[in-house]
């Protein structure tokens, strides 16, 4: 099992920026990727980022890149989520995944653990 617990989020102003950061416990899974996802009310759960074991590959979801940067450090475990030039659409609850196969996925079934979830609210 893999516990992770998010931390960060709350309410910013547009154009603000906030860090979201994911802590994981449990079993090892050096190999595997760290992603984050979010979910606005009335939504499907969206991707957002994702990063590889080694922290060299990274993917972003199209309404976020250029904006936020995904990082990890595997001695904490952690993964990391800046946020930056934030919008009211970034509007949601982020959830941090992990998957303990090799390699970044998008879809939100290649996932094996889950976070609690952490609400992000951006006014205008």
């Known amino acids: 099992q893999v516990q992770l617990v998010e931390s960060g989020g709350g309410l910013v102003q547009a154009g603000g920026s906030l860090r979201l950061s994911c802590a994981a416990s449990?079993?090892?899974?050096?190999?595997?990727?760290m992603g984050w996802f979010r979910q606005a009310p009335g939504k499907e759960r969206e991707f957002v980022a994702v990063v590889n074991w080694s922290a060299l590959t990274a993917h972003y979801g199209d309404s976020v890149k250029g904006r936020f940067t995904i990082s990890r450090d595997n001695a904490k475990s952690t993964v990391y989520l800046q946020m930056n030039s934030l919008k009211p659409e970034d509007t949601a609850v982020y959830y941090c995944a992990v998957r303990l196969r090799r390699g970044v996925a998008t879809g939100k079934g290649e996932y094996d653990y889950w976070g609690q979830g952490k609400q992000v609210t951006v006014s205008s």
């Open positions: 449990g079993r090892s899974f050096s190999s595997g990727a």
